[in-house]
């Protein structure tokens, strides 16, 4: 993708996973900055939104609420997070949130590996 390049609602929707009523509903609500519009009056999208849909995504995924996204997303792509400690704070807080979550699912994935290990050598014998 070049960086002056242009997608509609619909092709961002595709490529992010968001539905086109989401990307409404992020851009009424702050979220997303207010789309740059065609003659036509179309919403269209830059690669630049699409890195902060991408960024919106990640965070939802991790259970972070729409106003925490909303401080992230604030921050100028210039911007160093820890040029804003509070915000830089809850990133650690969430961080460590996410990684205790990442360990609990191993120790699941490990004894569930066990238990197909022990049946498929069982069946062997």
């Not at 979220?31 to 990640?58: F, H, S, T, V, W």
């Not at 921050?75 to 990684?99: G, H, N, W």
Request: proline residues 2%.
């Amino acid at each position: 993708m070049s960086g002056d390049a242009t997608f509609s609602i619909k092709e961002t929707a595709r490529m992010t996973g968001l539905t086109e009523d989401a990307l409404r509903y992020y851009e009424k609500i702050g979220l997303l900055p207010r789309a740059k519009r065609r003659e036509n009056g179309r919403r269209m999208y830059r690669e630049e939104d699409l890195q902060l849909m991408e960024l919106i995504i990640c965070l939802k995924k991790m259970g972070v609420p729409l106003k925490d996204i909303k401080a992230f997303a604030s921050l100028s792509y210039a911007e160093d997070i820890v040029s804003t400690p509070e915000v830089y704070e809850k990133v650690l807080a969430y961080r460590t949130k996410l990684q205790s979550q990442i360990d609990q699912l191993q120790k699941v994935l490990n004894v569930l590996d066990y238990k197909i290990a022990n049946k498929q050598s069982l069946l062997k014998h």
